[in-house]
């Protein structure tokens, strides 16, 4: 009784490629600002259209308009005194820190996300020298989720893929990440971080509501 | 309805204002080109087995090598690469040959500082003023290069004497460190300024020798099982530990029904725990009871009379030293023969508080039950005349002829050992010249200017000042030292110490001045074995547990690699890591000391070694049995209460020839008191290990830094328990929160020491780190730190 006009995983490349540029590009939001990444985001970025839909996008769209060398080097300090050090971190990257009583690192959340790695074939790789659940490992495994289901053809492979980002999402990230957010916010006047910060935190949560919705339409189908 | 339609209904209707499609079109573009943010999810490449929580624990059994006396046994559990919880030795206590190894709240803590965000992770080189705490990551390739070639450059330019490896104390109790790796570098290339001494015992390792001819004054635990009355004497086991086995030993003689005094300014842990009788008494002015109980003793004839004609220098005017007036006798200074003064209970009295009539009891009760054991506790000699409360208390028991006896106690420094392993990574200095650890500023700034006089050793001169500091796992830099403010002006100034290395776990205080700073290992990521120390019959073993985080290194191997630079890492290393280095003790522990000990796979296994003696080992027993065969190592071959030796260093006053009470500057006799009222002590917090720790959350929930006030002072100030208050000097001022208890003698103020140092933007402490408020002014004899001799006013903030 199949009627198609196009196969409906043709129909959603669109949407898990957005998305996997999306994560992507939140990634290089909290790259070590380099030359070479901030150039990434410049050319990463429909300004006009982000800054219409959040106000991070429009901090940032500031941001990259006014980039010197002299500010870039300043983004350089501030990203070492936020998420390197030494010493104490103004909004240390690793989910354990906000979920653990005692804010600690490698904490029972880092074991979680390492199970998730492992089930799809990945590890860190620096697993065991340094936690697996720093933001920029969850992100990238979050756009290489979207890219796998990019390449599903299989309806129950889609959903299945799909739900273990609504997991991953509803277990991990969006529990930590506000956390995170707001210590970015609070701890930091670059325009930079504090646009990131915003955009990650909303498109998150954005992006899990969207994922349910489609979940609800991909199993009535 | 078409999927397609449905879907689009979807994502259109169902988001309001923020749709997915604008959402999508703000990022039109493919974002990774070029190879922009490594991908560190990897292929796991054939690893089937997933990572799940049912895996089993491996166990470890690790120790810490810091410097706690004590040395405990750290089980940690391994799981999947991360310790995922540690816990303690779980041997029985009942036989007290094999006493349980536990940690304390401190080692509950040890996985919280493994895995502590704040971890120093990375090399980093300074890009800031130095001390502004500005840093910028860096590789080790360059931090390598950097240290080796300044090392070199300071070298050639200024002489090996410019370049110190400063007093540090983290990682000190083990076989290697980074403070033993850096000296063996500098030895390589040239050599380096010695420090000698500690500020632990300072003032006591310098006086205690022209007593006894050694600090080896202390007998083996056992032996207080037969003691029946004990003064611990400015001594806080329970808080600062000492050595792990300890307290089970007092516990079992209080079984045996021995007698406990604790004196001290301050109602401590111990003295709730084993104290028959707490007696308070004011800071700097311990031989002044001292000397009273002496006048009650020897007034009241209980004095051992045959003892101290027969083993002692200097009692009466019968036993001095050829060429010196009988009235400079002991007997004839407690008399007041000679100034009048007779050292009366009632005089003590006005000077200690303590009053005169419980100095009686205390030296009647002292001197009639025998064996007795007076244990002095350091604190009470990092003060001013700090050389006198050590000899002074060394002079209680000899009157009482309580040395060389089971169950007695020489007291003085009372170091104890008779269980050692072998330490197969050394280095010869071809330096000779040392200072005193405590006055390596005194070094930084007028080095060339130092004699003899300052304890200037190996050289009438040094050639330079120091220029160079290598500051490994330590936090004598800033933090530990006195005199917080003088010490970070002197380092600020880039042109005096030209090149700061440090290592450590954590931004401490001191770190904020490195030049170069290295992220080092915890006793997790590393191998070693653990020693307590000098105290204690056990050694513990300190297996590595997991790979070391992030960019952390052991210093060891870290200083081979600036040796290669060098050219001598062959020498450096011998071919060695630090694993064959464990190996090596062990296996030539076993041969050479001790055939009882373990193999390596044993010890490891086991954890712990316990030495075993059929006897207690009594400090001086064969002096005492055979003086002719076995003479103390003094001048004149016995037990010195009058030193022919300080007396010839003719500053009498200072440096009296036999232990005397000395009013201390900033003591409560001191004219000063009039602007700054109150005594400030500190002493060893249970929450930390000197100042390691500090940072640590969960030990600060345990014991808050806080200062302690007597209740009544506190009344009188309207000041009320939690208040914040500020304290201060003319050295400097700092904010701490008060706890108002009886607990701490009247006129005293008490800060635990070791808070990190931590100042706001006027470079005010807020933290209560007690070095802000201490001097530099060092001890006339030992030149030792007197940390615990201070005046202070205390204001409500």
């Given at each position: 009784m199949t009627k198609t006009t196009e196969p409906l995983h043709i129909q959603l490349q669109s949407f898990f490629l957005a998305r996997k540029n999306f994560y992507q590009l939140l990634n290089l939001l909290f790259l070590p600002p380099t030359n070479k990444v901030l150039a990434g985001i410049r050319s990463s970025i429909n300004f006009?259209?982000?800054?219409?839909?959040?106000?991070?996008?429009?901090?940032?769209?500031?941001?990259?308009?006014?980039?010197?060398?002299?500010?870039?080097?300043?983004?350089?300090?501030?990203?070492?005194?936020?998420?390197?050090?030494?010493?104490p971190l103004a909004a240390p990257p690793w989910e354990s820190y906000y979920r653990s009583k005692d804010q600690l690192l490698f904490e029972e959340w880092m074991y979680q996300v390492r199970e998730q790695y492992h089930r799809y074939g990945l590890k860190y790789v620096k697993e065991n020298n340094e936690p697996d659940d720093h933001l920029l490992l969850e992100l990238e495994f979050m756009s290489f989720l979207a890219n796998l289901n990019m390449q599903e053809s299989n309806h129950e492979r889609i959903l299945e893929l799909i739900s273990s980002q609504i997991s991953f999402l509803e277990k991990h990230l969006t529990i930590w990440i506000p956390f995170f957010c707001e210590r970015v916010i609070e701890n930091t006047e670059s325009q930079l971080y504090l646009g990131a910060a915003m955009l990650l935190e909303d498109f998150l949560s954005f992006d899990l509501t969207t994922l349910i919705e489609l979940r609800e339409v991909l199993t009535d189908v | 309805m078409s999927e397609k339609n449905h879907l689009m209904t979807l994502l259109t209707n169902k988001m309001q204002r923020r749709t997915f499609l604008k959402w999508s079109g703000a990022i039109g573009i493919p974002v990774i080109a070029g190879g922009i943010g490594t991908k560190m999810l990897v292929d796991r490449k054939g690893e089937q087995k997933v990572v799940n929580a049912k895996e089993k624990e491996k166990i470890f059994s690790t120790c810490s090598i810091n410097n706690c006396g004590g040395r405990c046994v750290i089980k940690a559990h391994v799981k999947d690469g991360v310790v995922v919880r540690v816990s303690t030795d779980s041997q029985e206590s009942g036989d007290l040959s094999t006493p349980p190894l536990r940690a304390c709240v401190r080692g509950r803590n040890y996985r919280s500082m493994l895995y502590h965000p704040d971890r120093l992770k990375y090399p980093m080189k300074r890009i800031g003023k130095r001390g502004e705490g500005k840093f910028k990551r860096i590789s080790w390739e360059e931090a390598i290069e950097t240290i080796a070639s300044e090392v070199k450059r300071i070298g050639d330019q200024y002489g090996p004497e410019s370049r110190y490896v400063n007093y540090a104390s983290g990682q000190s109790w083990g076989l290697h460190g980074g403070k033993n790796a850096a000296r063996k570098l500098l030895s390589l290339t040239g050599g380096f300024l010695n420090y000698r001494n500690d500020y632990s015992s300072g003032a006591g390792n310098v006086a205690t020798p022209y007593t006894y001819g050694t600090n080896n004054s202390g007998s083996s635990f056992d032996s207080l099982l037969h003691s029946k009355y004990f003064i611990l004497w400015g001594q806080n086991p329970s808080e600062m530990i000492f050595s792990t086995p300890y307290r089970e030993y007092l516990m079992q003689a209080k079984k045996n029904g021995a007698k406990i005094i604790v004196i001290d300014p301050r109602y401590t842990d111990t003295a709730v725990a084993f104290a028959d009788e707490w007696i308070p008494i004011l800071p700097t002015t311990d031989n002044a009871m001292m000397d009273a109980m002496g006048y009650v003793i020897i007034t009241e004839n209980l004095?051992?009379?045959?003892?101290?004609?027969?083993?002692?220098?200097?009692?009466?005017?019968?036993?001095?030293?050829?060429?010196?007036?009988?009235?400079?006798?002991?007997?004839?200074?407690?008399?007041?023969?000679?100034?009048?003064?007779?050292?009366?209970?009632?005089?003590?009295?006005?000077?200690?508080?303590?009053?005169?009539?419980?100095?009686?009891?205390?030296?009647?009760?002292?001197?009639?039950?025998?064996?007795?054991?007076?244990?002095?506790?350091?604190?009470?000699?990092?003060?001013?005349?700090?050389?006198?409360?050590?000899?002074?208390?060394?002079?209680?028991?000899?009157?009482?002829?309580?040395?060389?006896?089971?169950?007695?106690?020489?007291?003085?420094?009372?170091?104890?050992?008779?269980?050692?392993?072998?330490?197969?990574?050394?280095?010869?200095?071809?330096?000779?010249?040392?200072?005193?650890?405590?006055?390596?500023?005194?070094?930084?700034?007028?080095?060339?200017?130092?004699?003899?006089?300052?304890?200037?050793?190996?050289?009438?001169?040094?050639?330079?000042?120091?220029?160079?500091?290598?500051?490994?796992?330590?936090?004598?830099?800033?933090?530990?030292?006195?005199?917080?403010?003088?010490?970070?002006?002197?380092?600020?100034?880039?042109?005096?110490?030209?090149?700061?290395?440090?290592?450590?776990?954590?931004?401490?205080?001191?770190?904020?001045?490195?030049?170069?700073?290295?992220?080092?290992?915890?006793?997790?990521?590393?191998?070693?074995?653990?020693?307590?120390?000098?105290?204690?019959?056990?050694?513990?073993?300190?297996?590595?547990?997991?790979?070391?985080?992030?960019?952390?290194?052991?210093?060891?191997?870290?200083?081979?690699?600036?040796?290669?630079?060098?050219?001598?890492?062959?020498?450096?290393?011998?071919?060695?890591?630090?694993?064959?280095?464990?190996?090596?003790?062990?296996?030539?522990?076993?041969?050479?000391?001790?055939?009882?000990?373990?193999?390596?796979?044993?010890?490891?296994?086991?954890?712990?070694?316990?030495?075993?003696?059929?006897?207690?080992?009594?400090?001086?027993?064969?002096?005492?049995?055979?003086?002719?065969?076995h003479p103390f190592e003094t001048p004149s071959g016995k037990i010195e209460l009058f030193s022919k030796a300080l007396w010839e260093m003719n500053k009498h006053d200072e440096i009296p020839a036999i232990a005397k009470y000395i009013p201390a500057w900033e003591g409560p006799e001191d004219p000063l008191k009039e602007t700054f009222p109150f005594q400030l002590i500190s002493w060893h917090y249970k929450r930390r290990c000197h100042s390691t720790y500090d940072n640590q959350p969960w030990l600060e929930e345990a014991a808050k830094q806080e200062m302690w006030v007597n209740t009544k002072d506190a009344e009188k100030r309207g000041i009320n328990n939690g208040d914040r208050v500020q304290v201060q000097n003319e050295r400097g001022s700092l904010f701490i929160d008060v706890k108002v208890t009886p607990r701490i003698a009247p006129g005293v103020v008490g800060i635990p020491q070791g808070a990190w140092y931590s100042p706001d933007k006027e470079g005010v402490d807020q933290r209560g780190s007690v070095n802000v408020l201490t001097s530099q002014r060092p001890t006339p004899l030992a030149k030792a730190n007197p940390q615990l001799t201070n005046l202070v006013e205390v204001k409500k903030a």
């Amino acid at each position: 009784m199949t009627k198609t006009t196009e196969p409906l995983h043709i129909q959603l490349q669109s949407f898990f490629l957005a998305r996997k540029n999306f994560y992507q590009l939140l990634n290089l939001l909290f790259l070590p600002p380099t030359n070479k990444v901030l150039a990434g985001i410049r050319s990463s970025i429909n300004f006009h259209e982000l800054e219409e839909v959040h106000e991070g996008g429009e901090i940032l769209q500031h941001f990259i308009g006014h980039l010197s060398n002299e500010q870039i080097n300043m983004e350089k300090e501030e990203y070492q005194r936020l998420f390197i050090g030494p010493g104490p971190l103004a909004a240390p990257p690793w989910e354990s820190y906000y979920r653990s009583k005692d804010q600690l690192l490698f904490e029972e959340w880092m074991y979680q996300v390492r199970e998730q790695y492992h089930r799809y074939g990945l590890k860190y790789v620096k697993e065991n020298n340094e936690p697996d659940d720093h933001l920029l490992l969850e992100l990238e495994f979050m756009s290489f989720l979207a890219n796998l289901n990019m390449q599903e053809s299989n309806h129950e492979r889609i959903l299945e893929l799909i739900s273990s980002q609504i997991s991953f999402l509803e277990k991990h990230l969006t529990i930590w990440i506000p956390f995170f957010c707001e210590r970015v916010i609070e701890n930091t006047e670059s325009q930079l971080y504090l646009g990131a910060a915003m955009l990650l935190e909303d498109f998150l949560s954005f992006d899990l509501t969207t994922l349910i919705e489609l979940r609800e339409v991909l199993t009535d189908v | 309805m078409s999927e397609k339609n449905h879907l689009m209904t979807l994502l259109t209707n169902k988001m309001q204002r923020r749709t997915f499609l604008k959402w999508s079109g703000a990022i039109g573009i493919p974002v990774i080109a070029g190879g922009i943010g490594t991908k560190m999810l990897v292929d796991r490449k054939g690893e089937q087995k997933v990572v799940n929580a049912k895996e089993k624990e491996k166990i470890f059994s690790t120790c810490s090598i810091n410097n706690c006396g004590g040395r405990c046994v750290i089980k940690a559990h391994v799981k999947d690469g991360v310790v995922v919880r540690v816990s303690t030795d779980s041997q029985e206590s009942g036989d007290l040959s094999t006493p349980p190894l536990r940690a304390c709240v401190r080692g509950r803590n040890y996985r919280s500082m493994l895995y502590h965000p704040d971890r120093l992770k990375y090399p980093m080189k300074r890009i800031g003023k130095r001390g502004e705490g500005k840093f910028k990551r860096i590789s080790w390739e360059e931090a390598i290069e950097t240290i080796a070639s300044e090392v070199k450059r300071i070298g050639d330019q200024y002489g090996p004497e410019s370049r110190y490896v400063n007093y540090a104390s983290g990682q000190s109790w083990g076989l290697h460190g980074g403070k033993n790796a850096a000296r063996k570098l500098l030895s390589l290339t040239g050599g380096f300024l010695n420090y000698r001494n500690d500020y632990s015992s300072g003032a006591g390792n310098v006086a205690t020798p022209y007593t006894y001819g050694t600090n080896n004054s202390g007998s083996s635990f056992d032996s207080l099982l037969h003691s029946k009355y004990f003064i611990l004497w400015g001594q806080n086991p329970s808080e600062m530990i000492f050595s792990t086995p300890y307290r089970e030993y007092l516990m079992q003689a209080k079984k045996n029904g021995a007698k406990i005094i604790v004196i001290d300014p301050r109602y401590t842990d111990t003295a709730v725990a084993f104290a028959d009788e707490w007696i308070p008494i004011l800071p700097t002015t311990d031989n002044a009871m001292m000397d009273a109980m002496g006048y009650v003793i020897i007034t009241e004839n209980l004095h051992d009379q045959a003892f101290l004609d027969k083993y002692c220098i200097g009692f009466d005017g019968d036993h001095m030293p050829d060429g010196i007036p009988k009235q400079e006798s002991l007997k004839s200074y407690l008399l007041g023969e000679k100034d009048g003064v007779a050292k009366t209970p009632e005089w003590a009295e006005e000077i200690c508080r303590v009053p005169a009539d419980k100095i009686r009891e205390i030296a009647r009760e002292y001197a009639k039950t025998k064996p007795a054991a007076l244990i002095q506790g350091w604190a009470a000699q990092r003060q001013a005349y700090g050389e006198q409360f050590m000899r002074g208390g060394a002079q209680l028991a000899c009157l009482t002829g309580n040395v060389g006896k089971l169950g007695g106690w020489a007291a003085g420094t009372g170091y104890w050992s008779r269980s050692d392993i072998v330490y197969p990574f050394s280095y010869k200095n071809p330096v000779k010249a040392s200072i005193p650890c405590f006055l390596w500023t005194k070094a930084v700034e007028y080095g060339v200017e130092m004699t003899p006089a300052d304890g200037l050793e190996g050289t009438e001169k040094l050639t330079t000042n120091i220029k160079c500091i290598f500051n490994m796992a330590g936090n004598m830099l800033i933090n530990q030292h006195s005199d917080i403010n003088k010490t970070v002006k002197l380092l600020e100034d880039e042109s005096k110490v030209e090149f700061i290395v440090v290592s450590d776990l954590f931004m401490t205080p001191s770190a904020k001045f490195a030049d170069i700073l290295l992220p080092g290992t915890t006793f997790f990521e590393r191998y070693d074995i653990g020693v307590p120390w000098c105290f204690g019959d056990y050694v513990v073993f300190g297996d590595k547990t997991i790979d070391p985080l992030y960019e952390c290194r052991d210093e060891y191997d870290v200083f081979a690699e600036v040796a290669e630079k060098l050219g001598v890492k062959d020498k450096f290393t011998e071919g060695k890591t630090i694993l064959d280095l464990v190996k090596e003790s062990v296996e030539r522990t076993k041969k050479e000391l001790d055939p009882n000990f373990p193999t390596f796979d044993e010890f490891r296994k086991k954890g712990v070694y316990h030495f075993k003696y059929d006897t207690p080992l009594i400090g001086f027993k064969d002096q005492i049995d055979d003086l002719e065969n076995h003479p103390f190592e003094t001048p004149s071959g016995k037990i010195e209460l009058f030193s022919k030796a300080l007396w010839e260093m003719n500053k009498h006053d200072e440096i009296p020839a036999i232990a005397k009470y000395i009013p201390a500057w900033e003591g409560p006799e001191d004219p000063l008191k009039e602007t700054f009222p109150f005594q400030l002590i500190s002493w060893h917090y249970k929450r930390r290990c000197h100042s390691t720790y500090d940072n640590q959350p969960w030990l600060e929930e345990a014991a808050k830094q806080e200062m302690w006030v007597n209740t009544k002072d506190a009344e009188k100030r309207g000041i009320n328990n939690g208040d914040r208050v500020q304290v201060q000097n003319e050295r400097g001022s700092l904010f701490i929160d008060v706890k108002v208890t009886p607990r701490i003698a009247p006129g005293v103020v008490g800060i635990p020491q070791g808070a990190w140092y931590s100042p706001d933007k006027e470079g005010v402490d807020q933290r209560g780190s007690v070095n802000v408020l201490t001097s530099q002014r060092p001890t006339p004899l030992a030149k030792a730190n007197p940390q615990l001799t201070n005046l202070v006013e205390v204001k409500k903030a």
